[in-house]
């Protein structure tokens, strides 16, 4: 009867690595922020200080700027799956391993003026929006989920909240014209090998395009509709988690200044916010998550 | 072979209620960040829009400032006890909850100078450290997991780094001498009912004097010896888990100038950062955690 | 011989604004977050706790959503004039005012696939980047600053740093090629009404075009060369004070790996960062900024 | 008829220095965000990119380090002192300087439970707030403004908000019993050295105990206490300037679920808030602020 380590997990965190395509004058660049995690046989390390088996986080961190050099950085999967295989096999006390990347994207900058062009090497940062993966090893298999983090929408109409319970505490009116509003969070987990480049922008217009043609009865609706058309578009994904902050927009009563207020003037809120999550699967998922979302920070 | 709703939860996020307690001329004030959130079968929400089942988030934050006002505000767990259960047995569709707490604390402005005492109704905000709980309800179980957030630590010697191995992409040295800095993130589990007032404060209290007094030889080992004392110290506890950054603080390079560094100017360092994670249980933890950890955000 | 009041200014900080015009069922959503601060003979309030003079904070943020509906809120120049106009005649007491805004942008939504689309009522959130202004009134005088925050930009070439002075603690190398990245903050000064809704996007794209399109020896000549293009372009536009942060990009050092790095590779850095801040302006700016920048945030 | 350069300074941002003072076993940690700023002739450097006399950002970054060994960190007001007159004397076109510190503060861990002592070398961070300074330089002159950052306080009694005027957009109902709270900045200005090391502390705890003891008619008025407070206590000290938000506690309104609320129950709100920013200075102070503010962030 005693006490004893259970799972764990070291690395590196938030790794920035910027890396620069100059194969050509239009220079292309990845914005990269790489978190490495290493799973195995630990115990020495943590009962008796024994770090025999520890690859460093600093080593962890230097292989990231090696491998961006050896391989470039283009697709955040590849770069996750051959830097995860690495480490894998880097030391026998190490099985597994999760590569974690958040890529911060970059527009070109238009210059000549409304008939103008893309320039070659200088960048606009797009949104705060950031495309993900958590790519999760141990031993031979690998799990990989991509995502988008931060895609913020909101639709001025088409959105309704009614026929839900009243109980004791319940004050809130029905409303069948509201701002919806969300922040979405998405990560789906691939049940075969795909060309990520392709798929990635097709997923976030697929995203974007059903919650702005969608007539909304509920932001559980919503998020499910936007989910299932994923899956229902893309057979290679098995399943698609989300998590969708409901950021309220509220009505400004202006009936103490004598005006009307026709949906017009509201009051963006902070805080507090709904909070919808959801897993949208597959019922012929044979094989099952295994450790995709082992590790994956936060929803459901 | 189709599409299906799989895991979900929906709730509202982030109430922030502050109550006070005016039964004595020497108020007590509880500052609490409270998330709710939902479980059961919202497949009709998600699939039709049909919110017959919703007990709305909106509902779910009056429920909390009326709570409070019905039953006080003191420990958080038993708040968010109380609360759980309320939501579990609203509606049949409904079949279980988080509720997940973070506490701020206050403490009281000295006045009356050196020989001064606590002020009756004044507070100054205590450090960035939160106090937390997930409190995890399925049916008529109910698991408690309590914690803190962001305790950032420092010690000035006292703590090695040496002993690892070494590959093509390291350069590390080795060292006996370093600054080691973390924000610790604790949460452990509680096997039995525990008067939380009490043991809150125990726990902190041993995690501080656990990594004062640790000669460190890795953050690993560290973490462990402050995850197991804990253990050790308290019965209730069937486990505790851990994620502690390591806020690296590099020793300046003075050699340039013509000068030496014997420890003492250090940069300190944002990103990149060590992350070490880890559970320590027990080997008789024969009940298991069950859903304590279901949807508690990040680590390991 | 005593204490006095001096300079003193109140009001409500930061009242999000959310604003659907509907008038054809292509809505335009326009997301201001406003700060209006009065100014004027407060000694009574602050020596006495006298509030007769004082127009509280709670109107203020109320006149904001109240003008919104009666006078639509397109340009934000113009909503804080008006109000900035209305608090001043509303008390003998208040003598002026500043009254400054942030506008988040929001982009139409593509639907359609890729020959789709604007969507008349569904938008996402635009970069982190704000369109601001903060208009100043005294009396009937009324000074209008305009600019843009966190508009984060980079070059992967054309940019060098030689020809620097060198004492005992420089280490700094010279380069002929470096990243430049920084994120511009910039306010001008108008010394006549324009049109705002054109001259921003078109201030905006010149700063763009300027950042890209210079050989950089310096920030400081990128910023000059930016800032000096606008007042170039608009003679309505007085000054232009700029603050450019040297977001450091850090070559990778590969070689202890037997590795190149000709410019591929490259270390973001967070802090420290340096600093670059200027006002560029007219030697014939006869009637001076007045109060123009006398609580503009920050810079210079 | 040109366009010119105006006002301009360059530096280095959020130098990270952690000095530890070794000299006994019981360590002293001093932990120092620094920004320096130079000011002088730049006008090649932006208009021709002529960095011949840019003593470069990394330089300064450089002797931030070197200084911090060589004459060790204690006082931030002295460190920034000897930096700026380091930098003002390093190249004739360097006419001045700003130097900007922040502090964070570390408590000792106690160690050896309820009758426990001070750890030597073992720290725990403390509040958020910062102690802060700005020296400003110009040739031969040097002025001084210390102040604090982000010092929370809250009272629960002892708080009213009465007597103002209504106009047509006034809600709000008179109050004499309300939370207030806030998050402090003062800064003041020294018109002779001081000990800094003992004016700070005492500074921090009048305005503490001021807060706690004055019975607020309006936050404007307790602003004044606390500022003029600080001038009647300390002779050295010309002006002080703060800028107090009004940290918004909503009592709920529990009514609709047929409870009363005497003032326990309360919304702790984001945004918007009041602001409160003013200056308190003395009739006879004839030397003035000189360039004291020129640089100084933000308020009033």
């Known amino acids: 009867m005693g006490i004893v380590l259970g799972d764990n997990q070291y690395g590196k965190a938030e790794v920035r690595l910027v890396h620069v395509d100059r194969t050509t004058p239009q220079h292309v660049i990845t914005d990269f922020n790489v978190t490495s995690q290493l799973r195995g046989d630990f115990t020495a390390a943590h009962v008796a200080g024994d770090n025999s088996a520890v690859l460093t986080t600093d080593t962890q961190k230097n292989t990231v700027y090696a491998f961006a050099r050896e391989y470039g950085a283009a697709e955040p999967e590849d770069f996750a799956i051959r830097l995860g295989k690495h480490f894998v096999k880097s030391l026998p006390q190490i099985s597994g391993a ?76 029905e409303t069948s014209e509201r701002i919806l509003a969300t922040s979405v969070t998405a990560r789906w987990r691939y049940r075969a090998e795909v060309v990520y480049s392709q798929v990635y ?100």
């Open 98 to 173: 999760r590569i974690a990347i958040d890529q911060h994207s970059w527009d070109r900058i238009m210059v000549g003026g409304a008939a103008g062009q893309a320039h070659d090497h200088a960048f606009v940062k797009s949104g705060a929006e950031r495309r993900t993966t958590v790519v999760t090893l141990e031993g031979d298999q690998i799990w990989v989920v991509s995502g988008i983090d931060d895609l913020v929408v909101l639709k001025t109409t088409g959105s309704e909240f009614r026929g839900f319970p009243r109980d004791s505490y319940t004050t809130l009116a």
């Open 201 to 300: 922008p097709a997923v976030r217009a697929l995203l974007l395009e059903t919650f702005a043609t969608t007539h909304s009865l509920a932001l559980q609706q919503t998020l499910y509709a936007m989910g299932s058309t994923v899956l229902e578009a893309f057979d290679d994904i098995a399943e698609i988690r989300m998590s969708m902050p409901n950021k309220h927009h509220y009505l400004a009563d202006l009936s103490p200044f004598g005006l009307d207020n026709p949906n017009q003037v509201f009051i963006a809120g902070d805080r507090p916010y709904g909070l919808i999550e959801a897993q949208i699967t597959r019922d012929d998922d044979a094989t099952g998550p295994g450790l995709a979302w082992a590790s994956v920070p936060g929803f459901v």
